[in-house]
């Protein structure tokens, strides 16, 4: 494919992946975003959110004349293909806040040229699509709006997004849905073409059932821990059915987190409403999320008596293992509650970007994991960073002043037998104590 200018609108996690990887792939990519702040720290190679490969990528092709970045929407006067690529923001509810692309779709559409495709990557309840292609429409006709959902996965996003399994392409116009298939031909992935609502509600479904899958994991997890029986030796065995599979999210914790699971389960819940759908399910699967918060602070009652004084160390505080972001984390949700429990917290993570949190007082965090854990009485392994596979359990009981591990997901099932050996009690969901 020859050399295409590309607009992408919105810098952050997804925009930055996106702009990142077309012009990686040799294209002139023109980043827009109206943080003066975020584009002036981009310019010089510096994205937002930490993700492997992603600053060195933006770099190189700074370096090459690729990639360039502004706050001006004029300079996407000239680009064929625009993404709308803004990690959509939501609320304490899991709601869905739209203003800020709606603001954008207002900035920039005076300064398509004729014929653009709008690509919209960002996470949409279903009917907002047609929403912006009608405003689009009115200010040219020529106008076209492609519904294409990022199916990132934090961490291994540059490579997910030029290795995809298959690639959801939702238009109300068949031309527009040829060229976005074939500006994506050199991802040689499957391109599968339905209408915008159908692109839209594919993003939903799959939310809605892997967060289905996790609550279930959760449920058969405490029944395991109260008769005596290992969850993690029946999810095992329920992997190899192949009506489930090997991929499946079984793997019990603390709940689904970073607001992507719950915004889905939002919508489908507002719609069952509106269509008058009795079944709770949606709102009942959000619900019982929110409770899976406080099974940290109910383990640590368990185990430390009342925890006014007591100091707990947690490992891992963003919501997933290969980025900084603490948007919407569950182990900070964790560190709060614990807080309110009256325990102290020191916390450790290897690039969580701690300006973006509002820490709550007796809240300490560190650079050095072992420093993390000295004179704690109970150390709680929250997110799955590879570096904790290798942690030197001799060192972290030298300095805790408690012995008592909590691995909330599992994590280094393989390390237990040796960790009880130096004296820990080690506990895990799923599983009795």
Not at 352 to 358: G, I, L, P, S
Request: negative net charge; glycine residues 8%.
């Amino acid at each position: 494919m020859s050399e295409l200018k590309i607009g992408v609108v919105g810098l952050w996690h997804l925009g930055c992946v996106i702009a990142a990887t077309w012009s990686k792939l040799g294209h002139v990519v023109r980043g827009i975003d109206f943080d003066e702040t975020n584009v002036s720290n981009l310019s010089k190679g510096q994205p937002p959110i930490y993700e492997p490969e992603l600053q060195e990528t933006i770099q190189a092709s700074l370096e090459k004349g690729l990639l360039s970045f502004s706050q001006n929407p004029t300079h996407l006067k000239d680009c064929s293909f625009v993404f709308l690529a803004y990690d959509t923001p939501v609320r304490d509810d899991d709601s869905s806040d739209l203003s800020i692309l709606e603001e954008a779709i207002e900035a920039i559409s005076a300064h398509l040229a004729p014929n653009t495709i709008l690509i919209v990557s960002a996470q949409l309840p279903v009917g907002t699509a047609r929403l912006f292609r009608t405003k689009l429409k009115a200010i040219d006709s020529s106008l076209e709006v492609v519904y294409s959902p990022e199916n990132l996965r934090l961490g291994e996003a540059i490579n997910c997004y030029l290795n995809p399994g298959h690639i959801v392409i939702g238009a109300d116009e068949p031309q527009a849905c040829q060229a976005v298939a074939e500006l994506f031909s050199p991802m040689q992935a499957e391109c599968l073409f339905m209408n915008l609502p159908s692109a839209e509600m594919t993003k939903h479904g799959i939310n809605s059932f892997l967060a289905t899958s996790i609550t279930l994991a959760n449920q058969w997890s405490d029944i395991c821990a109260a008769v005596g029986a290992d969850f993690a030796q029946v999810a095992a065995a329920m992997k190899c059915d192949p009506r489930i599979g090997k991929r499946a999210y079984l793997s019990p914790g603390i709940g689904f987190s970073g607001g992507t699971l719950g915004r889905d389960l939002q919508v489908l819940e507002g719609i069952n409403q509106q269509i008058g759908n009795q079944s709770p399910i949606f709102g009942d699967m959000w619900r019982y999320n929110k409770t899976r918060v406080k099974v940290v602070g109910k383990v640590a009652e368990d185990a430390l008596g009342n925890l006014q004084g007591k100091t707990i160390t947690l490992l891992g505080m963003t919501y997933k293992p290969g980025t900084s972001t603490l948007r919407r984390s569950l182990p900070l949700e964790v560190a709060y509650d614990l807080v309110k429990r009256g325990a102290s917290i020191r916390a450790y993570d290897p690039k969580a970007d701690w300006n973006e949190a509002h820490l709550p007082g007796n809240f300490e965090t560190f650079t050095n994991v072992y420093e993390a854990v000295a004179e704690a009485n109970l150390v709680v392994l929250l997110t799955e960073w590879p570096e904790f596979k290798s942690l030197d359990f001799s060192e972290i009981r030298k300095r805790m002043t408690g012995n008592i591990f909590f691995d909330t997901k599992s994590f280094i099932l393989e390390r237990f037998a040796e960790i009880k050996s130096l004296g820990f009690t080690v506990l895990s969901i799923g599983r009795a104590s």
